[in-house]
């Protein structure tokens, strides 16, 4: 088996601590992704799948429990150290983009590597070699407010593979596509994982998206309410026992 590279124990989550509006997003979320796992996340809107994201990828600080990345405790890191390790490590892509408004989207998609010093030929290589994947060549000149949404989320894609992480965290990355390219996303993703063994954890809400996983975790409530390893099933078999799994939880909910 492979080594476990994501890890969280007893990962908890509140949200406005001590006051009366205290939220709690996410409790008891105990997991071990490994290398090569395609981990598809699914779960009702406002369930804790963003705060999961946000927490696992450093971006947020849990309330209690711990993260591990390749086996570091992500909490015990320097500020210095933990933005280091996610510039080497993980490529995000936020449900709401996060493209700073005032660059380009080539500086955008770029900026990972110009923070991490790459010589700007080699950036520049890599930016073009993406946006000719991705279908953005034209609008590198471009501000993230000139573009459309399904073409901001494909630069906030670029800016999320530009430095070949090792794992791709992802909220709801194909949200804003329409479906033929939402495909195409996930056969990337698909190809990365088995071609380059990269490490992929995805938010989404369609089961179809969810059917490129390896395996695949519900959150309800705030905590994994059931799990599922696609083995050696077909996509068309996987894709089958998800939707039948999300059924049978929306039955329970209505019963
Ligand atoms: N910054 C915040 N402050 C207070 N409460 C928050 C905050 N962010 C999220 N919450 C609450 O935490 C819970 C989980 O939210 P989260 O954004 O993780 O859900 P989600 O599963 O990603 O939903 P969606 O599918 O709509 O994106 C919700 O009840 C939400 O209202
Ligand atoms: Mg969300």
Do not use: W
């Amino acid at each position: 088996m492979n080594e476990i590279v994501l890890e969280t124990r007893n990962l908890k989550k509140v949200y406005n601590v001590g006051s009366l509006n205290a939220v709690t997003a996410l409790h008891d979320v105990t997991i071990q992704v490994r290398k090569g796992d395609f981990l598809a996340v699914m779960g009702p809107s406002g369930s804790g799948k963003s705060t999961f994201i946000n927490n696992i990828s450093t971006i947020d600080t849990p309330t209690g429990g711990a993260v591990f990345i390749n086996g570091k405790n992500v909490s015990a890191m320097s500020a210095n150290e933990t933005g280091r390790f996610r510039y080497q490590n993980l490529g995000f892509i936020f449900q709401d983009f996060n493209l700073l408004d005032s660059h380009t989207i080539y500086e955008n998609i770029a900026l990972p590597l110009s923070l991490a010093g790459v010589d700007p030929q080699k950036i520049e290589a890599r930016v073009t070699e993406l946006a000719k994947v991705l279908d953005i060549t034209q609008l590198l000149n471009k501000l993230p407010g000139e573009c459309s949404g399904g073409q901001r989320q494909r630069c906030a894609i670029a800016r999320a593979l530009v430095n070949h992480p090792g794992i791709i965290i992802a909220d709801e990355p194909t949200g804003n596509l329409d479906s033929a390219n939402g495909e195409e996303l996930m056969e990337l993703f698909q190809k990365m994982n088995r071609e380059e063994g990269v490490t992929i954890v995805m938010v989404t809400h369609d089961a179809f998206m969810a059917s490129y996983s390896s395996r695949l975790i519900f959150i309800k409530d705030g905590g994994i309410s059931s799990e599922l390893d696609r083995g050696d099933m077909d996509q068309d078999a996987y894709f089958a026992k998800i939707v039948e799994i999300s059924s049978s939880r929306r039955r329970r909910v209505k019963e």
